[in-house]
């Protein structure tokens, strides 16, 4: 990667401005910037960067009073409030945000927030930790400035976005949080983390240490899942929107099939046009199965060309504002239906509308794969595929070990840790796909 000319004159101002401020004042004027104002020598106007987008710089994605697009300041306060209610009593929650992952020694991954910390905060970045009790309010560790890796990364939230984008009750640099931490610990009956991305900076503390030895520290994700489980009407609306572009980016792949039956060509297409009508990124990566590679359930190699006769299966699905979708769809690139795959397609068709009316409130996840396991079992024997015999569905598991379902939001796999025995509710979203 290549500095260029605007890079080589910000390195030169940082070193400068180390000559003349100094460390310590250096240190000073980054937390002025940090505080988000950027100016121009021909600009009219300086506006704040949170570092990511907000209502003041990106008003085409977010409105007045929303944090995030779509969703309310008074929304994420209600989701706080929301988690406390759940939790017992004088309880502390130490949420992180996701890690940055590398993809080589100075090249990451893209950045995905983790789903916890972007519901209950809106902030879409890393390296900060947010503690959440009846007594703080949500407080939140914020990552200190950096003027020369801001050169390469660009502006990132601080202590002032905290206040001001976020809505924090009280903010802090992540430098403090050992000073800090450990008397909010002492005066909390139980903790709560997600122990799959606990950061060092608060694990290490020797107070959260005497916490975990003793048996006080529990795992947050039970809680935060069942605040997320049932959707909100805001969360709904975008979650409409991320379906919505995945219907139409898979027919303008499904266009493109015929003129170009290739796995990898199709995996790109679909990306492409998901994302020039709005999507941040694919909820996962496509799969794009031509022939027997449909019968691997994640299948990603996406490498093989599509034959004469192959039909291809595709399970895609795309994020918007934080909210994603999960489609799949099978259909022969090259022509036409062959007998024997039309009737395949059929029965899973008609297990598939079959299974959707059971889809409301006072069902389950289980009861509908039941359901389903039990018409397409059935069908596959009147095909001659399975033989109609006591051993039936032992052979039907091994032809499809996979659920019929699960629930979406936020994760593809959303709300993990609920189980599919709960009875659905207005405003639980999921999704169905009866396969094998």
């Known amino acids: ?171 802090f640099s992540i430098s403090k949080l050992h000073m800090l931490l450990p008397d909010m610990i002492a005066k909390a009956c139980k903790l709560y983390h997600n122990r799959n991305i606990a950061s060092s900076d608060y694990a290490d503390l020797p107070a959260f240490k005497k916490a975990l030895n003793e048996s006080n520290v529990h795992y947050l994700c039970k809680y935060t899942h069942e605040a997320r489980w049932i959707k909100s009407p805001s969360e709904m609306n975008i979650m409409r929107q991320s379906a919505a572009i995945t219907c139409q980016a898979l027919l303008q792949t499904m266009l493109a099939s015929k003129r170009c039956p290739h796995e990898h060509i199709l995996a790109t297409t679909i990306e492409y046009e998901c994302k020039i009508r709005g999507a941040q990124r694919m909820a996962f990566p496509p799969v794009v199965g031509g022939g027997a590679n449909g019968s691997v359930i994640h299948y990603s190699r996406n490498d093989q060309q599509i034959r004469d006769g192959e039909m291809v299966l595709m399970d895609v699905g795309c994020e918007v504002n934080g909210y994603v979708s999960d489609l799949t769809r099978t259909w022969p690139p090259c022509g036409s239906f062959s007998p024997c795959q039309r009737e395949l397609y059929e029965l899973i068709l008609d297990t598939a509308n079959e299974c959707l009316k059971l889809c409301k409130p006072g069902a389950s996840l289980r009861q509908i794969h039941s359901y389903s396991v039990q018409l397409l079992s059935k069908g596959l024997a009147e095909l001659g595929i399975l033989k109609n015999s006591p051993s039936m569905l032992q052979s039907y598991w091994k032809l499809n070990p996979t659920s019929i379902g699960h629930y979406l939001g936020m994760d593809v796999h959303d709300c993990s840790s609920i189980k599919n025995d709960r009875l659905l509710q207005p405003g639980v979203v999921s999704f169905l796909q009866p396969s094998f």
């Open 1 to 171: 990667m290549a500095i260029g000319v605007r890079g080589i004159l910000m390195k030169a101002f940082v070193s400068r401005a180390k000559h003349r401020l100094g460390a310590q004042n250096l240190k000073q004027f980054s937390a002025a910037l940090n505080n988000g104002y950027c100016y121009s020598a021909y600009a009219t106007q300086h506006f704040f960067d949170a570092g990511q987008p907000t209502a003041e710089t990106h008003p085409q994605l977010v409105a007045a009073g929303e944090i995030t697009p779509g969703i309310t300041e008074q929304e994420y306060v209600a989701r706080r409030k929301k988690l406390l209610e759940l939790l017992p009593e004088k309880s502390l929650v130490i949420m992180a945000s996701a890690p940055v992952k590398m993809m080589t020694d100075v090249v990451p991954y893209p950045f995905r927030q983790d789903a916890d910390y972007l519901y209950f905060t809106g902030c879409q970045q890393p390296g900060g930790i947010a503690v959440l009790s009846d007594e703080f309010g949500l407080c939140m560790f914020m990552p200190d400035s950096d003027p020369e890796e801001e050169i390469w990364r660009g502006q990132v939230a601080g202590t002032y976005a905290a206040l001001n984008t976020f809505k924090a009750d009280q903010t």
